[in-house]
């Protein structure tokens, strides 16, 4: 059957129970451990519990060897023959050949595969971090060099003097904000944190979720477009990416677009608020201008 496998412990030709079947059969360790891998895919594919009806003539016919091999491997607690019954039983069966033990298997790679490509991530994003830093003290010594002087107390300074934090963003953002440039959310060109960043990276094991929530984000099929910087720092938002509530597409299964899942909109700052003031107060006295023209041609 296609697809059909078994576990293969790598270390098995130096087990001491192959080893000691190869002194008490005089074969050569290759011929052992393929013997008993035929013996385990056969069952694998004929049993469910690794109890089968089978003679151990036809177990010879099957895998290989003689009737005194397949007793030497009972011997050594690898098999066990019931002749009168005319079955064969393979020990710990649930333990090692069960769907179950295959599943905790498969899990477990599963796992061990995330946490590699986390730690890729995380490694490149601290690289990235280290060469930003290491190009801003490059440039700060060229200005001295130049004359130019850099108190103690000048942002710059105090960006480099402490690690993951600085006048653009909380401790952490930078290490996160090269991490969202690598991956595939929307870029995020302003060099300070969004509103709420500062919450999020102060939550405890929130960093390392956020980092492997980003690797995620090319299987959230809900959103039709690239997902915002300041939506993903919305309390929760991460969790849901992580929890796959975000894989399928939304006209499949999601419905329409939920408020809560759209970006905060964003207030206006420095110049570009006091220009929208003025613009506004603009609009108002023109507003009037026009209201006092009308009430005297009504008079």
């Known amino acids: 059957m296609a697809g059909e496998w078994i576990p293969y412990d790598v270390c098995l030709p130096h087990k001491p129970e192959v080893l000691e079947l190869v002194d008490m059969t005089g074969l050569e360790v290759d011929q052992v451990v393929g013997r008993l891998v035929l013996l385990w895919g056969w069952a694998s594919l004929n049993s469910s519990d690794g109890t089968a009806r089978l003679s151990v003539r036809l177990l ?77 003290a490059r440039g700060a010594s060229e200005r001295r060099d130049r004359g130019d002087r850099i108190s103690s107390s000048s942002p710059e300074v105090a960006a480099l003097e402490e690690p993951g934090s600085g006048p653009s963003g909380p401790p952490g953002w930078e290490t996160l ?18 509103d709420r960043a500062a ?45 796959g509530q975000f894989d399928n597409a939304r006209d499949a299964a999601r419905g329409p ?21 003025a613009t506004k107060r603009a609009m108002a006295d023109k507003l009037r201008a026009m209201e006092s023209g009308v009430g005297s041609v009504d008079s």
């Open 60 to 136: 010879c016919r099957l895998c290989g060897g003689d009737e005194a091999f397949w007793e030497s491997v009972q011997s050594v607690g690898w098999l066990v023959i019931d002749a009168e019954a005319g079955t064969v039983a393979i020990p710990g069966w649930e333990r090692r050949f069960s769907k179950t033990a295959k599943s905790r298997a498969m899990e477990t790679a599963r796992n061990q595969a995330a946490n590699a490509k986390k730690d890729t991530s995380t490694r490149a994003a601290r690289t990235s971090t280290r060469a930003a830093r290491a190009h801003n």
């Open 199 to 243: 919450d999020r990276l102060a939550e405890d094991g929130w960093f390392e979720k956020a980092l492997a929530a980003i690797d995620r984000l090319p299987a959230c099929k809900y959103f039709r477009d690239p997902v915002t910087l300041p939506q993903f720092v919305a309390p929760g938002f991460v969790d849901k990416i992580l929890g």
């Open 177 to 194: 904000r090269e991490a969202w440039r690598a991956g595939k959310g929307r870029p995020w060109a302003l060099p300070t944190a969004p």
């Open 257 to 277: 677009a939920r408020l809560d899942d759209r970006p905060p909109p964003q207030e206006w700052r420095g110049e570009d608020a006091a220009r929208f003031e």
